[in-house]
């Protein structure tokens, strides 16, 4: 058995056109790391691709299925619960659609594993603006609800909607995961938020984020309106609650 310290987390809907392809190429790295896929009823066949990519890889590559499109934060708090079960030092949270890099997991690991920080953050803005492919709209968007967020919460992290991480098992078991309310982009901002409430070491690891070639995103105007009232009530809450703290 090819046993591992870390799993990837990768929450899936409709990705028929990249899964197998993401799960190769996390498969491929010289560092060995296990897959969980939480899967939410893809209509699309996605779950019956993996089932399939488990008989390849029945030791590194797992599965929870949904009954349906839960949100974002719900799936990765799912994984996280299962990470924690099973033991695993170092969890992460990646997107099936490339447009998160697997050759950067590594270095995402290495911040926590070697320099002994608490959670790595592939960033967007740490060192300029690192985006490929992106419509000019998104940029903007993405780039300055960063600011905002900075701007209303006090935190230094300048890509706060960052889903590419990497965390130490004990921050998931200090962050009291059933207190996350938010679902979409508020969700990576409440994490971020909470982790450095907890007073966990943050590291932002520079990254670029390319847009994704296949595949429907699922970005909406939704999810931005829940990240831009979810930030003022996270502060607001803030004041009034009080945070564990890194032992």
């Given at each position: 058995m090819q046993k591992s310290d870390s799993i990837v987390i990768i929450p899936t809907y409709n990705e028929k056109e990249n899964i197998e392809n993401i799960i190769r190429a996390v498969f491929g790295l010289d560092k060995v790391f296990h897959i969980l896929i939480i899967e939410d009823g893809s209509p699309d066949g996605t779950a019956a691709i993996v089932k399939e990519l488990q008989k390849e890889f029945p030791e590194r590559l797992f599965m929870v299925e949904r009954t349906g499109k839960l949100g974002l934060g719900t799936a990765y708090i799912c994984g996280f619960k299962w990470a924690i079960e099973h033991k695993y030092d170092y969890?992460?949270?990646?997107?099936?659609d490339f447009s998160h890099?697997?050759?950067?997991?590594?270095?995402?690991?290495?911040?926590c594993a070697q320099e002994g920080y608490d959670v790595a953050i592939g960033s967007r803005y740490v060192s300029g603006v690192n985006?490929?492919?992106w419509p000019m709209g998104r940029v903007l968007m993405s780039y300055f609800a960063s600011k905002y967020v900075q701007l209303v919460t006090g935190i230094s992290i300048k890509d706060t909607t960052a889903g590419f991480?990497?965390?130490?098992?004990?921050?998931?078991?200090?962050?009291?995961?059933?207190?996350?309310r938010f679902k979409g982009y508020a969700f990576q901002i409440e994490m971020k938020f909470t982790a450095y409430k907890c007073g966990f070491k943050i590291k932002e690891?520079?990254?670029?984020?390319?847009?994704?070639e296949l595949g429907t995103s699922k970005m909406n105007s939704s999810i931005f309106g829940e990240?831009?009232?979810?930030?003022?009530?996270?502060?607001?809450?803030?004041?009034?609650?009080?945070?564990?703290q890194k032992k």
């Amino acid at each position: 058995m090819q046993k591992s310290d870390s799993i990837v987390i990768i929450p899936t809907y409709n990705e028929k056109e990249n899964i197998e392809n993401i799960i190769r190429a996390v498969f491929g790295l010289d560092k060995v790391f296990h897959i969980l896929i939480i899967e939410d009823g893809s209509p699309d066949g996605t779950a019956a691709i993996v089932k399939e990519l488990q008989k390849e890889f029945p030791e590194r590559l797992f599965m929870v299925e949904r009954t349906g499109k839960l949100g974002l934060g719900t799936a990765y708090i799912c994984g996280f619960k299962w990470a924690i079960e099973h033991k695993y030092d170092y969890i992460f949270e990646m997107d099936a659609d490339f447009s998160h890099n697997p050759n950067d997991l590594p270095r995402l690991y290495n911040a926590c594993a070697q320099e002994g920080y608490d959670v790595a953050i592939g960033s967007r803005y740490v060192s300029g603006v690192n985006v490929v492919n992106w419509p000019m709209g998104r940029v903007l968007m993405s780039y300055f609800a960063s600011k905002y967020v900075q701007l209303v919460t006090g935190i230094s992290i300048k890509d706060t909607t960052a889903g590419f991480k990497c965390y130490r098992r004990q921050v998931l078991e200090t962050l009291e995961l059933d207190k996350v309310r938010f679902k979409g982009y508020a969700f990576q901002i409440e994490m971020k938020f909470t982790a450095y409430k907890c007073g966990f070491k943050i590291k932002e690891v520079p990254v670029i984020f390319v847009n994704r070639e296949l595949g429907t995103s699922k970005m909406n105007s939704s999810i931005f309106g829940e990240a831009f009232f979810g930030v003022m009530q996270l502060k607001w809450n803030s004041w009034f609650r009080k945070y564990p703290q890194k032992k």
